[in-house]
């Protein structure tokens, strides 16, 4: 279940021999419904700034919401393979990618070293990780989470990285980041973004 910033709620109902599925309760306009699946640039007509889906706070067991639109663009469908890496040296936050997809580029020889489900390897200081997909979430498990330097409350924006990785970075680091450069309507616009807990 998730909260948007005029208190609509989103549900999202998922099954391995189904694409899925949103069903929304009480919007007041077509904008809305609109809004959910549109990924929102924060700085619209500037080129060069994230385009971001959400924010997901990490549970206690360590899962994290895939926003319905982002799982729908990259196809992180139930039960399906996903490869988890870092996304810059030391930063907290991590990539997710369809292995299929990525198994089509340059990750391919990373990802034959990937024998075993949920355990961490190290390829030139950068963690890696096959995993899957459950229902509408990824679950990190304490080596993943100390691998990515997070820990369970912390809210990841989900951002458009690549043609086939998803980032999910602090909502902090992102904030930093934007004021350092005098985007401050990108750390506004942070706040109207849905957050999935």
């Given at each position: 279940?998730?909260?948007?910033?005029?208190?609509?709620?989103?549900?999202?109902?998922?099954?391995?021999?189904?694409?899925?599925?949103?069903?929304?309760?009480?919007?007041?306009?077509?904008?809305?419904?609109?809004?959910?699946?549109?990924?929102?640039?924060?700085?619209?007509?500037?080129?060069?700034?994230?385009?971001?889906?959400?924010?997901?706070?990490?549970?206690?067991?360590?899962?994290?919401?895939?926003?319905?639109?982002?799982?729908?663009?990259?196809?992180?469908?139930?039960?399906?393979?996903?490869?988890?890496?870092?996304?810059?040296?030391?930063?907290?936050?991590?990539?997710?990618?369809?292995?299929?997809?990525?198994?089509?580029?340059?990750?391919?020889?990373?990802?034959?070293?990937?024998k075993d489900a949920d355990k961490v390897y190290w390829h030139n200081n950068k963690a890696y990780a096959l995993s899957t997909v459950e229902g509408d979430r990824l679950i990190l498990n304490e080596e993943m989470l100390q691998a990515f330097h997070l820990e369970s409350g912390i809210g990841l924006m989900s951002v458009k990285s690549t043609t086939v990785a998803l980032s999910f970075t602090p909502v902090e680091i992102w904030k930093r980041k934007f004021l350092s450069r005098g985007l401050n309507r990108a750390v506004e616009n942070i706040s109207k973004l849905d957050i999935y807990e």
């Open positions: 279940m998730t909260r948007g910033e005029n208190g609509s709620t989103v549900e999202c109902t998922q099954s391995s021999t189904e694409i899925n599925s949103i069903i929304v309760h009480n919007l007041d306009e077509p904008a809305d419904m609109e809004r959910l699946i549109k990924m929102p640039s924060l700085m619209p007509g500037m080129p060069g700034t994230k385009e971001a889906y959400a924010i997901s706070v990490i549970r206690e067991d360590g899962s994290v919401t895939i926003p319905p639109a982002a799982a729908a663009h990259y196809e992180f469908y139930p039960l399906s393979p996903v490869i988890l890496t870092t996304t810059h040296r030391g930063e907290g936050g991590f990539a997710a990618l369809n292995k299929q997809k990525a198994e089509a580029g340059v990750f391919k020889k990373i990802i034959e070293t990937l």
